[in-house]
């Protein structure tokens, strides 16, 4: 008998042909994950089950934390693995499965066999009834309910015999790494980590870049940043954030152009060194976590504003989400508290009074003529001086 864990996927399992593609991410990001686990796991697979066993003492509840935080997983079950010695073997391990996990045995159950090798003597329906029968007469405080029962008995009989009944959530989404790369303007704000996140979760690999503002802005500014990318990698896998300078950007903007146009003005600039970043990359897009109407810079005008720079696309996946969905998903991941803290970016320290919230591409792009004598240099000596720093998962 083998202590192992079930590991279970959904989308994967309709992915027909390249099927086997993202059941190898889903394989190599499981033991990326268990690499911070003491002890030697091994992770394998066969037909439409991926398994994690153990070649050591093992601490199986830090494995299952660990694995909590793998895109593209949506169940961890804690499974006995045996061999086939017969169905009264077969019963033998069921009735220790539940003296191991239950101390309160007044519970309701069913028992639910999956037959994928036909030449086992008992059809699933057999199985079922006659495994409830040995249940009942082992512990007679039991009872069955085929409706809505307290724990399910999966039998599966597979080359071997796994038996579970417990299934911890897993994060969902599709393995990162296996729909390419993209670079997230991150802040230090609630939105664009929960962005990060929500678009790692559909199997892109993320890089971030940070604008950073000193002495506007201070060095716990950046270090909350920093804290916020080591939290979100923890889900999407080591990544490479870029500190950028701005302030000289932001100054000059600040004494060339109208006040009211600065936000407008100082995003198409942000964005024009995002996309340098993401090109150098190879990413394929931008995210933000830019959400309609939430401040000036983001009402649909702004929007298109920004986005007129762009020669990739902008991703932003919390565009139609209110304030209190958004501070939900980041409370889930755990990132808010380190949100809210209280050291201001540089879009919050440079925000006009009275913002234009319905800016004119062309008045926009007018008003930028009058950088053209320094701008390129500053853009230049912000890309060449920006801080590369590696985030790797704690």
Do not use: W
């Not at 971030?208 to 909350?224: C, D, G």
């Amino acid at each position: 008998m083998t202590q192992s864990l079930l590991i279970k996927y959904a989308e994967i399992g309709i992915k027909g042909k390249n099927r086997y593609l993202f059941e190898n991410a889903l394989v190599k990001q499981a033991k990326i994950a268990l690499k911070r686990v003491d002890g030697e796991f091994v992770v394998t697979k066969e037909a439409g089950r991926i398994y994690v066993t153990t070649e050591s003492d093992c601490d199986m509840d830090e494995a299952i934390e660990a694995l909590q935080y793998v895109f593209g997983i949506v169940g961890i079950c804690p499974m006995m693995q045996i061999e086939d010695n017969g169905f009264e073997d077969l019963a033998k391990h069921v009735i220790k499965h539940i003296e191991d996990n239950y101390e309160d045995k007044n519970l309701t159950f069913k028992v639910a066999a999956r037959r994928s090798r036909k030449n086992y003597p008992m059809d699933s329906m057999e199985i079922n009834m006659e495994m409830g029968g040995v249940i009942l007469d082992a512990f007679p405080e039991m009872k069955v309910d085929v409706h809505n029962p307290d724990i399910v008995i999966n039998i599966e009989i597979r080359n071997k015999i796994n038996i579970y009944s417990k299934i911890i959530p897993g994060p969902g989404g599709m393995p990162v790494g296996t729909a390419g790369n993209g670079m997230l303007l991150l802040s230090g704000g609630i939105d664009s980590p929960v962005a990060g996140y929500m678009v790692a979760k559909r199997g892109v690999h993320i890089d971030a870049v940070y604008f950073h503002a000193p002495p506007y802005t201070s060095e716990r500014a950046k270090q909350k940043v920093v804290d916020l990318a080591k939290i979100i990698s923890k889900y999407t896998g080591p990544m490479n954030l870029y500190v950028v300078n701005f302030t000289d950007i932001q100054m000059y903007i600040y004494d060339k152009c109208p006040h009211d146009e600065l936000t407008i003005i100082m995003r198409r600039y942000m964005m024009r060194i995002a996309e340098y970043f993401a090109n150098k990359e190879g990413s394929l897009g931008l995210i933000t976590g830019e959400s309609i109407g939430q401040v000036a810079s983001q009402t649909m005008q702004s929007l298109a504003a920004t986005n007129e720079v762009c020669t990739m696309p902008v991703f932003r996946p919390v565009i139609a989400f209110d304030k209190q969905e958004i501070v939900d998903i980041s409370l889930k991941i755990g990132t808010y508290e380190t949100s809210i803290l209280p050291y201001e970016d540089c879009c919050t320290t440079f925000v006009a009074k009275h913002p234009v919230t319905k800016p004119n591409i062309n008045i926009i792009k007018r008003s930028e003529t009058h950088l053209e004598e320094e701008i390129d240099r500053m853009f230049k000596e912000a890309v060449e001086t920006a801080e590369l720093i590696e985030i790797r998962r704690d």
